[in-house]
Nanobody
Framework: QVQLVESGGGLVQGGGSLRLSCAAS????????MGWYRQAPGKQRELVAT???????NYDDSVKGRFTIARDNAKNTLYLSMNSLKPEDTAVYYC????????????????WGQGTQVTVSS
């Protein structure tokens, strides 16, 4: 199996910064797209940003210019640098990864982390 473990969440004042990390481990042959999602209380989970294995990125309009997604393929680790944080960024942040588990089977499996809380005070 594959495990994703997020870290780096916390409480920060509006205008501040945080950096989230997500480390993938387990039965991994390769990882295709990785992404960050978030879920605020009473709302559905929404896309924040994604990054392909080649480094192409995609951002939700609400975070463009403030958040940066990056990955270290050698370490199977995903990052999200968040600047100019706003109270509306408050949510549980989840990472996911589309994983090929071995070289013989080309099936792709999507895994999710357990989430890390980000709280931005006004």
């Amino acid at each position: 199996q594959v495990q994703l473990v997020e870290s780096g969440g916390g409480l920060v004042q509006g205008g501040g910064s945080l950096r989230l990390s997500c480390a993938a481990s387990g039965s991994i042959f390769s990882i295709n797209t990785m992404g960050w999602y978030r879920q605020a209380p009473g709302k559905q989970r929404e896309l924040v940003a994604t990054i392909t294995s080649g480094g192409s990125t995609n951002y939700d309009d609400s975070v463009k210019g403030r958040f940066t997604i990056a990955r270290d393929n050698a370490k199977n680790t995903l990052y999200l640098s968040m600047n100019s944080l706003k109270p509306e960024d408050t949510a549980v942040y989840y990472c996911n990864a589309d994983v090929q588990r071995n070289g013989r089977d080309h099936s792709i499996y999507r895994y999710w982390g357990q989430g890390t809380q980000v709280t931005v005070s006004s």
